[in-house]
């Protein structure tokens, strides 16, 4: 693949993901708990009984949780994006802030969604999946710098 093409790609797998976590703000409250009771009944095939486990706590695990995951992979593409622009150190932190500015204004944009509104404790939970992204890319780099295979 040339390296137009994998930059195109980089770009277009950055936006899409950035639609998908808009799309998915923009469900209302009942549709939004409606994934979460499919996401809880499929764990429940594969034999994890979270529901049982932990009560009503799996319906907020679930939800939290697919908060920390969306904003790890948005860090992962926000960093694939920038880093073809700027050096990697900057590149991390940059992606980071773009995470947490990103988080906020989805917030706020669910704030004029029907049964949801905006929690700050979810921009902590996004930024915090941003930051693992930060940890294991500089562990990644670190890992590809000492076998010199960093580009």
Same mark, same amino acid.
């Given at each position: 693949?040339?390296?137009?093409?994998?930059?195109?790609?980089?770009?277009?797998?950055?936006?899409?993901?950035?639609?998908?976590?808009?799309?998915?703000?923009?469900?209302?409250?009942?549709?939004?708990?409606?994934?979460?009771?499919?996401? =809880? %009944? $499929?764990?429940?095939?594969?034999?994890?009984?979270?529901?049982?486990? #932990?009560?009503? +706590?799996?319906?907020?695990?679930?939800?939290?949780?697919?908060?920390?995951?969306?904003?790890?992979?948005?860090?992962?593409?926000?960093?694939?994006?920038?880093? =073809? %622009? $700027?050096?990697?150190?900057?590149?991390?932190?940059?992606?980071?802030? #773009?995470?947490? +500015?990103?988080?906020?204004?989805?917030?706020?944009?669910?704030?004029?969604?029907?049964?949801?509104?905006?929690?700050?404790?979810?921009?902590?939970?996004?930024?915090?999946?941003?930051?693992?992204?930060?940890?294991?890319?500089?562990?990644?780099?670190?890992?590809?710098?000492?076998?010199?295979?960093?580009?």
């Amino acid at each position: 693949m040339s390296d137009r093409n994998k930059k195109a790609l980089r770009w277009i797998l950055f936006l899409g993901w950035m639609i998908f976590i808009f799309y998915m703000s923009h469900q209302p409250g009942d549709k939004s708990s409606e994934q979460s009771r499919f996401v =809880l %009944y $499929v764990f429940n095939l594969l034999g994890l009984k979270l529901d049982t486990y #932990f009560g009503e +706590l799996a319906t907020l695990i679930i939800r939290k949780g697919a908060h920390f995951t969306e904003y790890f992979i948005l860090f992962i593409l926000t960093y694939n994006v920038i880093s =073809l %622009y $700027v050096v990697e150190r900057k590149a991390r932190l940059y992606s980071v802030i #773009f995470v947490f +500015l990103y988080a906020c204004s989805d917030e706020f944009y669910q704030s004029f969604i029907p049964g949801r509104g905006p929690a700050f404790k979810d921009v902590m939970i996004d930024t915090s999946g941003g930051l693992l992204g930060y940890l294991c890319v500089s562990i990644y780099n670190k890992i590809n710098i000492k076998k010199g295979s960093y580009s």
